[in-house]
């Protein structure tokens, strides 16, 4: 058990070390490497371990502790394979990213950051350490959006993801605290007990009770994991260094919020006929449901590849949202851990051609790579294959059927908009292959653009083997949560299997038919291109109310009222007092005598006559 407390810490290790002394020898980033290395090499001698190590005791108050624990499970160790394998082959790709880059030190240091702070939420025993882990997440992606703060766009981003992130919070927070109100615990192995004891206590109260403490829990999720209404900040992340955007907001950290609603539901136990019956299921299912076809409708309409990408992340979120809300978590983390390796792909394989074509990032601009850059665009045709579920041959089908499966179990109208989704999917997808890698050169820059170096197509080609093989790794390894093939014995298998390939050959036709041999976008639907303007309204309407109309409010109230009336007013009015009787106190004899005699006058008359 001692590999998984150094599991946990090396990369805080590193990223301290990085900062303190490496930065100036120039070997900061082959720490930050080298760790990643050893966590993976870790994660993979973990695999399929159960058991939890003591506990470390980090304060005590009373009968009440807070303990830094680690918890060994499938869904853990399963994780981790997810957060140390993507993460090792982002580093990688770095080394030769990154390479000329001035602040290199400060972006490997804040690798090593997020790789712990991830780390932790995945292992994490209880509620206290999962939220401290949370915001370092938040903190690590904050620094790493911004890499580039020079540029006012990345600054922005940054800010813009720390902010939106904070305000699911408060409701994470909120949950984690009716959560143990009604547990009485906090660990996640002793919540099933307090469940069960509050329910048998609160029979009449308990669905209603249940439900807000995990929408409140959900709220966490909603910002984490980008979802409607708090999914703006992630498409503008895409300002930070490509690999970032493919190890935070495409493989892991996105990935917290499913992961995190995931663990809660398994550890309350409770049983699935409760679950279907609760508000908050529902309410987690249609979300998921609609930010699944939002982000798909927006990414239609986007020209910046990696927004494509982006908008195709949230639309897979909302994918295993919904698998989540509809009581099938199982499917819902068989997607995310398919999703990791061919998003990460195709994150890695948009910086490689941003990279070559000399960070032109318009796919309008473009054109004729795959003939410049064959391993990038085989690679990049593979994970494209994966994201739209290619049947029988790629991970992505599997998981997307079981989704699908769940989805007609449970919910008819969710089907349908997850199957006109899956349409959605492989419509932009193909629109984006063809417009980027097929046809002529669109630009100088693409025309010059030439294959990239094997630290970059190296971990392109590892990632387009776990594109097409990690499902049967998923089903028939280690991590066998749910059995090969398991929607062909549920109703409508037919259905759902014949749904699915015909939104595949539809949006392989219509994509193909409207975007081939074209040098700009036939197609032109401002409400999606502007992102059904909410965007627009948070600026409008949010902001500037927050910006100008409150903190004009604010300063008004500080500035007049407490500064003007209060803290100054005393202060003013204590001066005014100490300089009258300053003036008093002038040293004058004649002074003293003349208000000695007047106040034995008004002694005297007050003895007198009162």
């Not at 918890?71 to 580093?91: A, E, Q």
């Not at 300002?239 to 950290?253: Q, R």
């Not at 059995?483 to 749904?499: F, R, T």
Request: charged share 10%; net charge neutral; hydrophobic share 55%.
């Amino acid at each position: 058990m001692t590999l998984a407390w150094i599991l946990l810490f090396l990369p805080l290790v590193v990223a301290a070390a990085n900062q303190l002394f490496l930065k100036r020898t120039g070997l900061a980033h082959l720490a930050s490497v080298a760790s990643a290395a050893a966590t993976f090499v870790i994660a993979v001698l973990l695999l399929g371990k159960t058991g939890s190590p003591d506990p470390i005791k980090w304060a005590t108050i009373g009968d009440f502790s807070v303990e830094i624990g680690i918890t060994l499970d499938k869904l853990s160790t399963g994780m981790m394979i997810v957060v140390t394998g993507v993460g090792l082959l982002v580093h990688i790709f770095s080394l030769a990213y990154m390479k000329d880059d001035e602040a290199k030190a400060r972006y490997f240091t804040g690798l090593s950051l997020f790789m712990f702070s991830m780390t932790g939420i995945v292992l994490s025993s209880n509620f206290i350490m999962t939220f401290i882990f949370w915001e370092l997440v938040g903190l690590s992606s904050y620094l790493l959006i911004g890499h580039w703060y020079q540029k006012d766009s990345a600054a922005d981003a940054a800010k813009k993801a720390f902010i939106t992130n904070r305000i699911g919070d408060f409701g994470f927070m909120a949950g984690i605290l009716m959560l143990w109100g009604i547990t009485g615990a906090l660990t996640f192995d002793k919540m099933h007990a307090g469940v069960l004891a509050f329910q048998s206590a609160n029979p009449a109260i308990f669905a209603c009770v249940i439900s807000t403490a995990l929408l409140c829990v959900f709220c966490g999720a909603v910002g984490k994991s980008a979802q409607l209404p708090l999914h703006v900040w992630l498409p503008d992340a895409m300002e930070g260094p490509t690999p970032v955007s493919a190890l935070i907001h495409a493989a892991t950290m996105v990935a917290a919020g499913v992961y995190m609603l995931f663990r809660v539901q398994l550890s309350l136990e409770l049983p699935e006929e409760l679950l279907h019956t609760l508000v908050s299921s529902k309410v987690i299912a249609w979300t998921g449901g609609l930010t699944a076809l939002a982000a798909a409708l927006m990414a239609t309409q986007q020209d910046d590849i990696k927004r494509v990408l982006a908008y195709s992340t949230l639309s897979q979120l909302g994918y295993m949202v919904m698998a989540v809300g509809l009581v099938a978590g199982e499917a819902g983390m068989f997607h995310l851990f398919t999703h990791a390796w061919f998003k990460a792909l195709l994150f890695l394989g948009s910086g490689a051609v941003i990279y070559a074509c000399h960070h032109e990032q318009d796919i309008w601009k473009m054109g004729g790579l795959l003939k410049k850059m064959p391993i990038t665009g085989i690679t990049f045709a593979l994970g494209t294959a994966a994201l739209i579920a290619v049947p029988f041959v790629t991970s992505g089908f599997y998981s997307k059927e079981e989704i699908l499966a769940a989805a007609y179990g449970n919910n008819k109208a969710l089907f349908g908009i997850a199957v006109f989704v899956a349409f959605l999917t492989t419509f932009y997808m193909t629109r984006a292959f063809v417009v980027a890698f097929l046809g002529k050169a669109r630009s100088e820059n693409a025309d010059h653009a030439h294959e990239v170096g094997p630290l970059m197509w190296l971990p392109l080609v590892l990632l387009a083997a776990m594109a097409i093989c990690s499902g049967f790794g998923w089903i028939n390894g280690p991590l066998n949560a749910i059995k090969p093939h398991a929607h062909e014995h549920a109703e409508g298998h037919a259905l759902i299997l014949g749904a699915s390939i015909g939104s595949l050959i539809l949006g392989l036709l219509a994509g193909f038919v409207l975007y081939n041999g074209k040098d700009k976008d036939p197609v032109a639907i401002p409400l999606f291109r502007n992102r059904f303007y909410i965007d627009s309204f948070y600026d409008n309407f949010v902001v500037r109310f927050f910006t100008d109309a409150f903190a004009a409010f604010v300063h008004f109230f500080d500035r007049f009222l407490i500064d003007g009336l209060g803290v100054g007013g005393l202060s003013r009015l204590a001066e005014t007092f100490g300089n009258g009787f300053r003036r008093i106190q002038s040293g004058n004899l004649q002074g003293y005598a003349f208000f000695f005699g007047l106040g034995v006058i008004a002694v005297i008359y007050f003895t007198v006559f009162y």
